[in-house]
């Protein structure tokens, strides 16, 4: 049996990163996030790597810019309104083609908001975030153990399509201590014949850049990277489907919110509802063929969510209007209890509207 340690969610995201051999960290303290960039201030020295709280998000993610277009593997964290500082350079990431994972541990919002977790950042994550026409490959975590295996995974798959990864994480998850283990199985290093390493007079060189003057070559590479995006929309779709073959009802759920979910589809089924739960694992790219698989036969899709309805959309739109999906909420920190989420379910069940 793996050996296991308690930690926090955000202390395992660190872990799982010097594990998957992330020796460069750039960020700026902000609620609730600041554990990673703690845990990192003390691990980074000890193995040789560099840890930098910079004077901004803006700047730690040109840092981040910087070190990416060596081949080094780089991440920064930050919550809500420091992921909105560092749009700009997210974009130049994917601008330039540049593997990063870039981890937002949520919070309420809009503005300042609050400090309590929150699922608000949905569109900001899933529609580019940032100017131009890009994709992020985007991971929600659901519990410590997955903070840790989708950090490894978000490594492993920047690299492997050249493109950013957010871990899209949240306060509770962030802050929630559960039995993690760092036994991971991890594929070999991509080769980066891109990277900006110096030639030595004995190859090309390499220049890293997202400014195309000429609009014909501009339109090419975003031809060209959305043909890359359509790869990853083929084979990296994650997602996890719970009690729902022979679903009527079904609850569409992302991280906290999934773990209540389950609770109340366990509650329904208790009480004869035949209710089921899909929880998507990757948000970009979207799970759409369970959801319009369920529409085929459902009555009736909730979407259970920490914001005013975002994910939601996107439900609807794998679902191709066949069913009615809506939408059971809590914002502004709170977090929709399995009773809420019961009461929904037993509505829809009775031929309502949750």
């Known amino acids: 049996m793996a050996e296991k340690v308690l930690m926090k969610g955000n202390e395992a995201i660190a872990e799982a990163a010097i594990i998957a051999g992330c020796r460069h960290y750039f960020g700026y303290p902000i609620t609730p996030q600041t554990e990673i960039a703690a845990y990192m201030a003390k691990r980074m020295p000890k193995i040789g790597g560099t840890f930098l709280q910079a004077e901004s998000e803006i700047a730690a993610i040109n840092m981040v810019y910087g070190v990416s277009s060596t081949g080094k593997r780089v991440m920064t964290s930050s919550s809500s309104p420091g992921i909105s500082l560092k749009g700009e350079g997210i974009s130049y990431l994917a601008g330039a083609d540049l593997p990063a994972v870039i981890v937002n541990a949520q919070r309420g919002g809009p ?13 900001q994550a899933t529609r580019g975030h940032g100017h131009g026409d890009y994709h992020l490959i985007v991971l929600t975590p659901a519990s410590v153990q997955e903070m840790a295996e989708l950090t490894i995974k978000a490594f492993e798959l920047a690299d492997k399509y050249r493109m950013p990864a957010m871990i899209l994480a949240d306060g509770t998850v962030g802050q929630m201590m559960e039995p993690v283990s760092f036994e991971f199985e991890q594929s070999a290093p991509v080769e980066k014949p891109w990277a900006t390493t110096g030639t030595k007079m004995e190859r090309k060189h390499n220049i890293v850049n997202s400014l195309y003057l000429d609009p014909l070559t501009l339109e090419r590479t975003n031809f060209e990277r959305f043909e890359r995006y359509k790869l990853v ?9 719970y009690l729902t073959e022979d679903a009527d009802i079904i609850i569409a759920a992302f991280g906290i919110a999934a773990r209540v979910s389950r609770n109340a589809v366990n509650e ?23 959801f319009k698989k ?35 909420n809590r914002v502004g920190g709170m977090i929709p209890s399995p009773r809420q989420v019961l009461d929904a379910i037993r509505e829809a069940a009775k031929g309502g509207r949750a």
Do not use: H
């Open 233 to 241: 929309e083929e084979n990296e779709t994650m997602y996890e489907e």
């Open 294 to 328: 369920a529409a085929e036969t459902a009555k009736q899709i909730i979407s259970v969510e920490l914001s005013m309805g975002q994910m939601i959309e996107d439900v609807k739109l794998a679902c191709e209007c066949k069913v009615p999906v809506t939408l059971c």
């Open 111 to 123: 503005g300042l908001g609050g400090i309590q977790p929150s699922q608000s950042d949905y569109f």
């Open 268 to 290: 329904a089924r208790k009480e004869g509802i035949k209710a089921g739960l899909i929880r998507p694992i990757t948000v970009w790219p979207f799970p759409k063929a369970p």
